[in-house]
């Protein structure tokens, strides 16, 4: 199995930038399609992006598309979240996940076995 270690979150103005980050140890880090998710108070858990295990394909929803961008560095056992022109409503606990059944990407939370315990980002105007 894989461990997974959120960081990176914090406060920040709307409009600003954040990078969070997923550290991973366990088993081999390369063999897990990875992604993000994120719930904000009182609502469901949230597809954010998805990267394939090598790197190759990425997905993410409208909502964040050409704002947020995923990527990961197989050699350092870690995932990113590159996000921008942030939005009040991109307020929440930000989660990453890994699935060792999936082998491009999904948006589907149920495709995902591990979690990390998520990391709070909080957009204020």
């Known amino acids: 199995q894989v461990q997974l270690v959120e960081s990176g979150g914090g406060l920040v103005q709307a409009g600003g930038s954040l990078r969070l980050s997923c550290a991973a140890s366990?088993?081999?880090?390369?063999?897990?399609?990875m992604g993000w998710f994120r719930q904000a108070p009182g609502k469901e858990r949230e597809f954010v992006a998805a990267i394939s295990r090598a790197g190759g394909t990425k997905t993410s929803p409208d909502s964040v598309r050409n704002r947020f961008i995923i990527s990961r560095d197989n050699a350092k056992n870690t995932l990113y979240l590159h996000m921008s022109d942030l939005k009040l409503e991109d307020t929440a606990v930000y989660y990453c996940a890994a699935s060792s059944r999936v082998v491009t990407s999904s948006d589907r939370s149920t495709d995902y076995d591990y979690w990390g315990q998520g990391t709070l980002v909080t957009v204020s105007s």
């Open positions: 366990g088993r081999t880090f390369s063999m897990y399609a």
